[in-house]
């Protein structure tokens, strides 16, 4: 079919088998495929960005031209910098083999629906520059918000090609309506991330299967002085505009082990040690700052043995004594649940009297000790 040539900052009607997904589109940054294939961006639009919903609303209510797309040209093409989406949804629906594999069930369509498919209004710019702003502002505080990662690709592209130029994060955060704090800690998230890929010394897709990528995990850990001091990140890191490759060359090996503790690694077959934010995270942090603690996690991968060398004395016995009060009154509180001819929860409850009655009568003992004059010397 003829190109159908649309001039820079108009809109225009284009056929849609000219459009091109567009392969840096800041959604793909988690499964970290390079040169993707159409059916590859397909599948990851599936997991990150509620493409089942778009492909029901189409194929129930044929496409709705209301917001253009935003592509620029590639040859006799256009590739869709903003869109990307939608234009997966319409290619489902008319290749329905292209889900394969994504989970998404392709409903039916009718032919008149179909054929709202055939053409798109599309905004025609020069370059990705002169799409950015909006992209950013309608993703990362608008109504089509990515998430984490794909927020901190767009920031940290834009920031890093146009510092040169002047270009601050304080600007960046006015442009796109967010925090300088946040946008910050995104960058140098992504910095990191980055390096890490570049080095090859740990790459996103080998990460534990299974688990989706928290990128949060990793710019929240940087907040935290036991993870800056360990990969040789100054203290006063955070407060800078971010640089690329800020970790040291020395400190790589640790970088590598943090990503390993955070996400697991697929080619080790190492699940990771942070299964939440809290208290892992915070946990992870205090080992690292202590020497001890440190080589036992380094030695062991062990996150609860680690911490356990740090914890003030008596803080888990403190911890279990009131969780074993607190479960007590929670089955006090469903007793009417208990069913008598049951002899096995009997037992259970026997036997947790007994130890009841052995851990006061000790706890009592060891009082009366710490009591006496003697014990008090």
């Known amino acids: 079919m003829p190109f159908q040539n649309i001039p820079a900052k108009t809109t225009g009607k284009v056929d849609t088998d000219l459009l091109d997904f567009d392969p840096s589109n800041p959604r793909l940054v988690e499964d970290g495929i390079k040169n993707p294939t159409e059916s590859q961006i397909i599948s990851s639009l599936a997991d990150t960005s509620d493409l ?3 492909v029901e609303s189409i194929a129930a209510n044929g496409y709705i031209d209301i917001e253009p797309m935003i592509a620029r040209r590639v040859g006799n093409r256009w590739r869709v910098l903003e869109g990307n989406r939608r234009l997966a949804a319409i290619r489902i629906l008319q290749k329905p083999a292209l889900a394969t594999g994504t989970g998404i069930s392709v409903p039916e369509i009718s032919g008149q629906n179909l054929k709202t ?3 798109v ?8 520059d002169q799409a950015r702003e909006y992209i950013g502002f309608k993703h990362i505080n608008g109504p089509h918000k990515w998430d984490a990662i794909a927020k901190a690709r767009f920031a940290a592209d834009w920031y890093r090609k146009e510092k040169s130029k002047g270009l601050t994060i304080e600007k960046i955060a006015r442009r796109l309506g ?4 946040t946008v910050v800690r995104l960058v140098n998230g992504m910095f990191i991330l980055d390096q890490a890929e570049q080095t090859k010394i740990y790459d996103i897709k080998d990460r534990y299967p299974g688990k989706r990528f928290a990128f949060s995990h990793l710019y929240t850990a940087l907040t935290r002085p036991g993870y800056r001091e360990f990969l040789g990140l100054p ?6 505009d971010p640089e690329p490759s800020p970790v040291p060359k020395k400190n790589l ?21 942070i299964t939440s934010q809290n208290p892992d995270l915070k946990f992870l942090a205090e080992v690292l700052e202590n020497p001890r603690a440190r080589m036992t996690m380094i030695a062991r991968n062990d996150l609860r043995e680690a911490h ?3 914890e003030r004395k008596g803080a888990r016995f403190e911890s279990a004594l009131v969780s074993a009060k607190q479960e007590a009154e929670v089955a006090m509180s469903q007793i009417i649940g208990y069913d008598p001819e049951d002899s096995t929860l009997l037992e259970i409850g026997r036997d947790l009297r007994d ?3 052995q851990l006061y009568s000790t706890m009592s003992s060891i009082a009366k000790k710490a009591a006496s004059p003697k014990g008090k010397r």
């Open 235 to 240: 203290e006063d890191w955070r407060s800078d």
């Open 355 to 357: 130890t009841s009655d």
């Open 253 to 273: 090996e640790n970088l590598k082990q943090v990503l390993i503790w955070l996400y697991g690694s697929k080619p080790d077959d190492v699940k990771p040690v």
């Open 308 to 310: 356990a060398q740090i």
């Open 52 to 54: 089942a919903e778009v």
């Open 121 to 128: 209004s599309v905004y025609a710019v020069d370059s990705p």
């Open 178 to 181: 967010d925090g300088h704090d």
């Open 117 to 119: 498919l055939g053409e």
